[in-house]
């Protein structure tokens, strides 16, 4: 089994709460992560189980009785109807992991949560695995921080779109000889036949494979409604439901657009981001790496796996990141604008090793802005980190999703 970087906040949320729940996508690892780190003592059920799944809604108070805690409850979203009787045994107690929990559909999962376990649970955020994951090199890395920029080992542009194509779901790892083709094509139906039924009432699951194949063909690109209604024949208020359900399923991500109010002319739409590009590129229908590498769409897939690499890592530990984009009326845009400590840090992603700085002559917009700008950069495949004026930085992409100690 691969180390995840979520695996210190599991613990530590293990031993101060007395629910944990991990939450995201299907297939990411959120069942095999916690039956590793689960006590001996713990018992285990799936509601995966139609059996169980039945026992649980029908007499949820004697479901809990017959599986007693600790107790590691999978894809607890199949039956709410336990949350209220998970808050009365927590209630009684003082003790600390009594209840462990997984769950996709996250929508439904944290109304659920939120109204019934406020404040006596703990969350974690698994998403597919990032590249320090994959290359098994956890232990030596450091979360990305815009105030402290650090050097790391250098990744190949032709290393870097492999595993963009490839993307991150455990099973093609775990199981190295597992056809990219046959598992997606398994993912997408079981999604589709348990996950999208369960919230939308579709008939013909075939019309939402095409609007995520269409979603996905738009990685990178600003979401635009009227587009996509009048590519697959379908209302912009489906569209809208439907998108509604990707990102509730951890799916797809939606990068909100900077706004001031004091810079004219800003977008007001959010920009898509598929959280695993391997997903997104077989959609697409891409057949190969260097294919996706040498295509027109390249910048749009790289910009997407560094953010979705950032979010990644930082739901791994817990913490909340905030970032937008900024784009105005006049085309001028920043890929990525980073929030903290009312500071503002922009960055571009550039498919390119020779950096320009007229790459970044967007960034002095932000100037008129209310929020003090902090160095940033532009993110690319040039081999070390050096200035690239007075004040922003040459920051290769292995600093951002790869970083190591020691330096």
């Known amino acids: 089994m691969l180390k995840r970087e979520a695996e210190k906040t599991i613990k530590e949320i293990a031993d101060t709460f007395r629910v944990l729940l991990v939450t995201g996508p299907r297939q990411v690892g959120k069942t095999t992560i916690l039956k590793e780190l689960m006590p001996k003592n713990m018992n285990y059920v799936t509601l995966d189980d139609k059996v169980l799944r039945e026992s649980a809604k029908r007499d949820p108070k004697m479901f809990l009785e017959e599986h007693p805690w600790p107790l590691l409850i999978d894809e607890v979203q199949y039956a709410p109807e336990l949350f209220p009787y998970i808050k009365i045994k927590v209630d009684e107690s003082k003790e600390r992991s009594m209840y462990w929990l997984t769950g996709s559909q996250q929508f439904k999962l944290m109304k659920n949560v939120t109204e019934s376990l406020a404040g006596r649970v703990g969350i974690v955020k698994l998403n597919s695995l990032t590249y320090t994951e994959i290359n098994n090199d956890v232990l030596s890395k450091e979360l990305f921080d815009p105030d402290n920029f650090k050097k790391s080992d250098n990744i190949h542009v032709n290393k870097l779109f492999e595993t963009i194509f490839k993307g991150g779901m455990p099973e093609l790892y775990d199981i190295p000889k597992m056809n990219k083709r046959h598992f997606f094509n398994s993912y997408i139906n079981t999604y589709l036949a348990r996950d999208v039924k369960d919230q939308l009432d579709i008939k013909d699951t075939e019309e939402f494979k095409k609007f995520m194949v269409s979603i996905a063909s738009r990685t990178g690109e600003q979401l635009n409604y009227s587009n996509i209604s009048s590519e697959l024949g379908i209302t912009d208020k489906t569209v809208k439901n439907w998108l509604d359900v990707l990102v509730a399923s951890g799916i797809v991500y939606l990068l909100e657009p900077y706004m001031s109010s004091k810079i004219k002319r800003i977008t007001h739409m959010p920009k898509i981001i598929f959280m695993d590009t391997g997903l997104c590129s077989y959609l697409a229908g891409y057949d190969d790496a260097k294919v996706l590498q040498t295509s027109s769409n390249a910048g749009h897939y790289l910009e997407t796996y560094v953010i ?52 970044i002559n967007s960034f002095n917009i932000l100037e008129k802005s209310s929020n003090k700008v902090e160095p940033g950069g532009l993110i690319c495949f040039y081999d070390e980190l050096i200035h690239l004026d007075d004040k922003n930085y040459i920051i290769p992409i292995s600093s951002i999703i790869n970083i190591k100690k020691g330096y």
């Open 308 to 359: 979705s690499e950032l979010i990644k890592s930082y739901d791994a530990r817990g913490i909340e990141i905030n970032l937008t984009y900024f784009r105005d009326k006049e085309k001028n845009e920043i890929d990525l604008v980073m929030y903290k400590n009312n500071k503002l840090y922009p960055f571009e992603i550039k498919k390119t090793s020779s950096p320009t700085n007229s790459m």
